[in-house]
């Protein structure tokens, strides 16, 4: 985010895609140590697989000034 001029207070919404639904709760912790304060609305869902073998896979969309 640093070369778009943005960063994490600037995020309005998150999409976040897991592989595996049983990591939610630590995926949510993790989340929380980056959005501790301001938290942006999120949507999370359980997928059959990611590329590359991924675990989670993170969709950002943040304000851009």
């Known amino acids: 985010m ?3 001029n943005s960063d994490l207070e600037k995020v ?3 999409t976040i895609y897991l592989s595996d ?3 939610y709760p630590k995926m949510n912790e ?3 140590e980056y959005f501790s304060e301001y938290k942006p609305a999120r949507a999370a869902f359980a997928v ?3 590329p ?3 675990l989670i ?3 950002v969309v943040a ?3």
């Open 2 to 4: 640093k070369g778009s």
């Open 12 to 14: 309005v919404k998150t």
């Open 21 to 23: 639904i049983t990591n």
């Open 63 to 65: 304000e851009v000034k």
């Open 52 to 54: 590359k073998g991924a």
């Open 30 to 32: 993790i989340y929380g």
């Open 48 to 50: 059959a697989a990611l």
């Open 57 to 59: 896979e993170i969709e």
